[in-house]
């Protein structure tokens, strides 16, 4: 327990922070790779999903992506997008972001397909008979209505991006996983345990921010049960 | 792909591949036989359930290279032990298989469980011959969720130098070789469905009924 207390000492010694390497900068640089990747994955998902849950097309083709993508071990995926992409090893933010969003999709996809499937068909024939487009149906009745759940599902994919963006650093990134990789480079356990603190209460402090979110998101006057989301496996 | 290095290096290949079925294993089965119980507690007292819900959840949310590099340091362990592995991998196996099988008993219902007390079955009865037995296709799905997963989360720890077939992952980066890297990306895979496909079997053998209803639906 000794090396709880050298890291925490690590942690609150005011010289580890500022700086290009340090923490404040890898704490930034960290968000920075998940926002990126999460905008590319909800660019992707958000459109398909909502498509999927409102005409029921393509169904069993997302869930047998969404399968098949677990299966699929993040750090391979990575090192090969790296290595076999004409950029990749130069610009390796552009792997890292690929595969970062590639492990955000699932759970946006099937929180958006699932959450739209599950609004009561009977309140969508209600609002095409009061007079609502396909579109409008989507945008005012649909998505309000499964928010709960289209929360639930960004939870797990920050989750998946914040743990994962830590390997980014194997591709000579930088981000939080810099202090558990060079430490571990110099036999530095201190900055390596630091670093997995960090990674840990970042990922702690937005899965308790979202959850927030999403009891604040839930439209008045409807009392579902919150389903959290989890949708899928890590 | 350079099938020449495959075959050159099939005996490493093996070798590897064996470590990272070791590390699997029994976090698949541990995390059955921890997580069947504690959603057993969970779905019969609504105290337990708020407590130990939102935990796995919590459990589920850790990252896992830092939670690889905290474990030691929690267990008294080396930091190469693969002990770190299957203790991390197992908790998230539980977080997982928690909820679905919290869900999986909520699901029977309290009218079939009633029944079952009035035909007279011991609370303990109830459990294994109705409660379990009707969870049993839930928890196989989730069981088969938690092996992929594991499976896919063992190569992490090739970055802080645990054999497995990540050990080809950054070792293909280093060296800038895909092959390598394709090997370990297959194998994985090849794993995962050779675990899917015996957990299934299994499934079908522990739970002969299953497929007994489905073919008179079907």
Known sequence: ?234 | MRFDWVADNMGQILMMSWAHVQVSVLPIFLSLLIAVPIAWWAHRQKSARRVLVPISGVLYALPSLPLFVLLPVVLGTRILDPLNLVVALTLYGVALLVRTAVDAFDSVGRIIRDDALAIGHSPRQVFWRVALPLAGPPLLAGTRVVSASTLSLVSVGALIGVPSLGYFFTNGYQRGFPTEIMVGVIGTVVLAVIFDVIIVVAGRLLLPWVRATDRRRG
């Open chain 1, 1 to 234: 327990m000794i090396q709880f207390a050298d890291a925490f000492a690590w942690l609150v010694d005011p010289a580890n922070w500022p700086g290009p390497n340090g923490i404040t900068a890898r704490i930034l640089e960290h968000l920075w790779y998940c926002l990126l990747a999460l905008v590319l994955a909800l660019v992707i998902a958000m459109p398909a999903g909502l498509y999927i849950g409102h005409t029921g097309k393509g169904r069993a083709l997302a869930i047998g992506l969404t399968g098949a993508l677990r299966a699929l071990p993040s750090l391979g995926l990575l090192t090969l997008l790296a290595v076999t992409m004409s950029l990749g090893l130069r610009l390796a933010i552009v792997p890292s972001t690929i595969v970062l969003a590639i492990l955000a999709i699932p759970p946006l996809l099937a929180a958006a397909y699932s959450g739209v499937e599950a609004v009561d068909p009977d309140v969508v024939d209600g609002a095409r008979a009061s007079g609502l487009n396909e579109w409008q149906i989507v945008g005012r009745v649909e998505v309000p209505l499964a928010a709960p759940l289209l929360v639930g599902g960004l939870r797990s994919a920050v989750l998946q991006v914040i743990a994962t963006a830590t390997l980014s650093a194997f591709l000579g990134l930088g981000g939080l996983g810099r202090f558990i990789l060079d430490g571990q480079a110099v036999a530095d356990y201190t900055r390596m345990l630091g670093g997995a603190i960090l990674v840990i209460a970042l990922a702690l402090i937005l899965d308790g921010g979202i959850l927030l979110l999403q009891r604040w998101l839930v439209p008045s006057g409807v009392s579902i049960a919150l389903g959290t989301g989890r949708l899928e496996g890590r």
